[in-house]
């Protein structure tokens, strides 16, 4: 049972425009949202959170946003670069499953030049 | 310093090796974890530990043996593996668990992993 789901493995944009992942989550629980980018053969880096008091959080060109009631989360990066291109990672916690992000499985982002 | 380092980058051993695999962070955060990876996978949970205590342990197999010798440091020693278990192994480490502290609780901090092949 897949309680966070991301459901486009694969995404690709144009240089400059807007790159909008998905992640969609079925647990009532989770209060805390993490979106992670991941190069090969390298750890995940963290890029942004989100916590489930607020709808938007923004850095830079990074912005998440969250929709309690879909259970649906989203990053959007504007404008994309090409050294963007990597696998993007949502996750997910809650106070009730202390210490255990839940992760999705992953959107391959491309970003072509 | 803002950063985990894992050791070895690489390691590859037979099934009745005896290996350690090494994490230390120096950003005073008091949990630590160790996940495993497997190709085109999300990162697993394997162990948690709060304040040098094992907190979470995922039915993780005996062959498999954490240990946090102090706060900047976690191992998983590894013995009698099998083949299946190679794979990337993530160390990270966060504030703490619990999320009492009101903080980005949860906000995890990677390390690069050590590369297990098991032969």
């Known amino acids: 049972d897949q309680q966070v789901k991301q459901n486009s493995p694969s995404l690709s944009v144009q240089e400059g425009r807007i790159s909008i992942l998905n992640c969609d989550y079925t647990?009532?629980?989770?209060?805390?949202f993490l979106w992670y980018k991941k190069y090969p053969a390298e750890g995940p880096t963290f890029l942004i959170s989100?916590?489930?008091?607020?709808d938007k959080n923004e850095d830079g060109r990074f912005t998440v946003f969250l929709n309690k009631s879909a259970k649906h989360l989203s990053l959007h990066i504007v404008p994309s670069q090409p050294g963007d291109s990597a696998v993007y990672f949502c996750?997910?916690?809650?106070?009730?499953?202390?210490?255990?992000?839940?992760f999705g499985q992953g959107t391959t982002l491309q970003v072509k030049p | 310093d803002t950063e985990v380092t894992q050791t070895p980058k690489h390691l590859v051993m037979g099934m009745t090796n005896k290996k350690s695999l090494k994490c230390e962070q120096h950003m005073g955060h008091r949990a630590m974890y160790w996940y495993k990876q497997k190709a085109k996978k999300p990162p697993e949970l394997m162990f948690v530990?709060?304040?040098?205590?094992?907190?979470i342990n995922e039915s993780v197999p005996s062959r498999f043996s954490p240990e946090c010798p102090n706060s900047s440091l976690l191992n998983l020693h590894l013995h009698a593996l099998q083949p299946e278990d190679s794979a990337l192994y993530l160390c990270a480490s966060s504030q703490e668990s619990s999320g009492l502290a009101g903080l980005s609780y949860n906000e995890q901090f990677f390390g690069p992993g050590t590369r297990l092949t098991v032969l």
């Open positions: 530990y709060s304040y040098e205590k094992l907190s």
């Open positions: 647990n009532s629980m989770f209060d805390y």
């Open positions: 989100i916590s489930s008091i607020k």
């Open positions: 996750a997910a916690s809650g106070s009730s499953n202390t210490g255990k992000l839940i």
